[in-house]
């Protein structure tokens, strides 16, 4: 027997169970399709965010100001509709931090003096010495052209100055090594005037040398912290301001750039060259630039500009940096500046992680090292005086120029990338290039994130 409407019954149901999965298939689609959409329109703005750093970069490489340490600010408004805001801001000096009354600062007036007891200065943690002349006074400054004062390490006062040697030993205090920077970092100083001799003949021999923090108290007054390199196993990294023979009769600017590896072994000091770089140290400042085991020297010049450029005063220009070809340390050098080591008979540290687990590198000394090769040096005090070694502006920076910075919502402000302006780097042609160290955004997993945390917590 057949049950009236049975049959009407099971289509209904066929029909509503249809339905739904129809309703459901709808539904799938219309999310994924708002997911695609969502993902077009982050990836819009991410990319926005990119073509503003970009343009940020541009400026930075066509500009020929300078971008001061308060920074530069820019607008972007992008194709959504929206004002991307920026900002540009020089690198601030590791050492010496103008905020540490403890650091040895060379343009500092006052900040440090000569002599001082004991060849030491305890509150700003520096000594000088000499080798065979130890009543060498080293003039903390020097008169500059035109009168006033440029403050610096000054060598003078002194004749008959053949084969003397001496050094200024600066603690960097608090600052830890290039080994905790994420892209290392430089040491540079200003060679501003270096002793010639007669018709384009030999030079004084000027060097930048870091040490480890070591000191050593059965040494003699000047010798205690770490220089001249004295105990088993001590080691050196040194740029060095080499004379070399004249090439042309009446020449006066014959010097190149080497970089050496010191080590004291066997009772004596071996050197250990690395690289020769015939830049003539006629330009700004220069110095080394390590990153991991890698070295590779600089210096800040005007090569890289056009022709209109270039008749810009120099104090104006925000220049570019030249480097040489890069070097990796040899691995006792490398071990040396990065593990535990026993340097007379005292223990010290190597790389360890703070509490917040940020790495730490041990502490490191810079050293300033004249070495006399002419025979005469002037008595009077002007810069410029061929007779007169003279150097200033020493200070150590992450291994990079600026800081690009990307607010946006208003609230949100992280790094975008990092940059580096350069002259000459394996590269042809009149205008600067841009070098930039990460991709941009990835330190914060892209640029959209923030603005996703920041809706996700209701704007606050």
């Given at each position: 027997?057949?049950?009236?409407?049975?049959?009407?019954?099971?289509?209904?149901?066929?029909?509503?169970?249809?339905?739904?999965?129809?309703?459901?298939?709808?539904?799938?689609?219309?999310?994924?399709?708002?997911?695609?959409?969502?993902?077009?329109?982050?990836?819009?703005?991410?990319?926005?965010?990119?073509?503003?750093?970009?343009?940020?970069?541009?400026?930075?490489?066509?500009?020929?100001?300078?971008?001061?340490?308060?920074?530069?600010?820019?607008?972007?408004?992008?194709?959504?509709?929206?004002?991307?805001?920026?900002?540009?801001?020089?690198?601030?000096?590791?050492?010496?931090?103008?905020?540490?009354?403890?650091?040895?600062?060379?343009?500092?007036?006052?900040?440090?003096?000569?002599?001082?007891?004991?060849?030491?200065?305890?509150?700003?943690?520096?000594?000088?010495?000499?080798?065979?002349?130890?009543?060498?006074?080293?003039?903390?400054?020097?008169?500059?052209?035109?009168?006033?004062?440029?403050?610096?390490?000054?060598?003078?006062?002194?004749?008959?100055?053949?084969?003397?040697?001496?050094?200024?030993?600066?603690?960097?205090?608090?600052?830890?090594?290039?080994?905790?920077?994420?892209?290392?970092?430089?040491?540079?100083?200003?060679?501003?005037?270096?002793?010639?001799?007669?018709?384009?003949?030999?030079?004084?021999?000027?060097?930048?040398?870091?040490?480890?923090?070591?000191?050593?108290?059965?040494?003699?007054?000047?010798?205690?912290?770490?220089?001249?390199?004295?105990?088993?196993?001590?080691?050196?990294?040194?740029?060095?301001?080499?004379?070399?023979?004249?090439?042309?009769?009446?020449?006066t600017n014959n010097a190149e750039i080497v970089f050496y590896e010191y080590v004291y072994t066997g009772g004596a000091l071996q050197k250990t060259e690395r690289l020769r770089?015939?830049?003539?140290?006629?330009?700004?400042?220069?110095?080394?630039?390590?990153?991991?085991?890698?070295?590779?020297?600089?210096?800040?010049?005007?090569?890289?500009?056009?022709?209109?450029?270039?008749?810009?005063?120099?104090?104006?220009?925000?220049?570019?940096?030249?480097?040489?070809?890069?070097?990796?340390?040899?691995?006792?050098?490398?071990?040396?500046?990065?593990?535990?080591?026993?340097?007379?008979?005292?223990?010290?540290?190597?790389?360890?992680?703070?509490?917040?687990?940020?790495?730490?590198?041990?502490?490191?000394?810079?050293?300033?090292?004249?070495?006399?090769?002419?025979?005469?040096?002037?008595?009077?005090?002007?810069?410029?005086?061929?007779?007169?070694?003279?150097?200033?502006?020493?200070?150590?920076?992450?291994?990079?120029?600026?800081?690009?910075?990307?607010?946006?919502?208003?609230?949100?402000?992280?790094?975008?990338?990092?940059?580096?302006?350069?002259?000459?780097?394996?590269?042809?042609?009149?205008?600067?290039?841009?070098?930039?160290?990460?991709?941009?955004?990835?330190?914060?997993?892209?640029?959209?994130?923030?603005?996703?945390?920041?809706?996700?917590?209701?704007?606050?």
């Amino acid at each position: 027997m057949t049950i009236p409407g049975c049959h009407r019954g099971y289509m209904l149901v066929t029909v509503l169970i249809i339905t739904a999965i129809g309703l459901l298939f709808g539904a799938g689609a219309l999310l994924l399709f708002r997911f695609q959409c969502q993902l077009r329109i982050d990836r819009q703005h991410e990319l926005e965010k990119v073509y503003a750093v970009r343009s940020v970069l541009n400026y930075i490489r066509t500009y020929i100001g300078e971008i001061y340490d308060t920074g530069k600010w820019f607008t972007y408004h992008t194709g959504s509709d929206r004002n991307l805001r920026l900002t540009v801001q020089p690198v601030a000096a590791i050492f010496p931090d103008v905020n540490n009354g403890k650091h040895f600062d060379m343009e500092r007036s006052g900040s440090f003096t000569m002599p001082c007891p004991e060849q030491y200065n305890t509150a700003l943690d520096y000594e000088y010495g000499v080798e065979s002349w130890p009543e060498i006074k080293i003039a903390p400054t020097h008169t500059a052209v035109g009168g006033g004062k440029a403050y610096g390490l000054a060598f003078n006062d002194l004749e008959a100055t053949n084969n003397v040697r001496w050094w200024v030993n600066i603690g960097m205090r608090d600052t830890g090594g290039w080994l905790q920077e994420d892209y290392g970092r430089r040491y540079c100083f200003w060679p501003r005037a270096y002793v010639d001799g007669n018709n384009g003949g030999l030079k004084d021999v000027m060097r930048l040398c870091i040490i480890r923090n070591v000191t050593n108290d059965a040494n003699t007054a000047g010798y205690r912290h770490g220089w001249p390199l004295s105990c088993e196993g001590e080691r050196a990294l040194v740029f060095e301001i080499n004379p070399k023979a004249a090439t042309t009769s009446g020449a006066t600017n014959n010097a190149e750039i080497v970089f050496y590896e010191y080590v004291y072994t066997g009772g004596a000091l071996q050197k250990t060259e690395r690289l020769r770089w015939s830049k003539q140290p006629a330009d700004y400042n220069m110095g080394l630039q390590i990153a991991d085991n890698k070295v590779s020297l600089f210096y800040i010049g005007n090569e890289g500009l056009n022709t209109t450029r270039a008749t810009v005063d120099a104090k104006l220009m925000s220049r570019g940096y030249t480097f040489s070809d890069s070097l990796e340390l040899t691995l006792p050098t490398y071990r040396y500046f990065a593990e535990p080591v026993s340097i007379g008979g005292k223990a010290y540290g190597g790389i360890w992680t703070n509490s917040y687990g940020r790495v730490q590198a041990p502490e490191l000394r810079a050293v300033f090292e004249v070495e006399a090769a002419s025979d005469k040096r002037a008595t009077g005090e002007v810069i410029g005086n061929a007779n007169v070694d003279f150097l200033t502006r020493f200070k150590v920076t992450p291994a990079y120029q600026y800081d690009v910075f990307l607010e946006h919502p208003t609230t949100i402000t992280n790094r975008a990338t990092v940059a580096q302006k350069i002259g000459r780097y394996k590269r042809e042609g009149t205008n600067y290039t841009i070098l930039t160290y990460d991709t941009h955004g990835t330190e914060h997993k892209g640029f959209r994130r923030d603005e996703r945390e920041f809706e996700r917590n209701g704007a606050q």
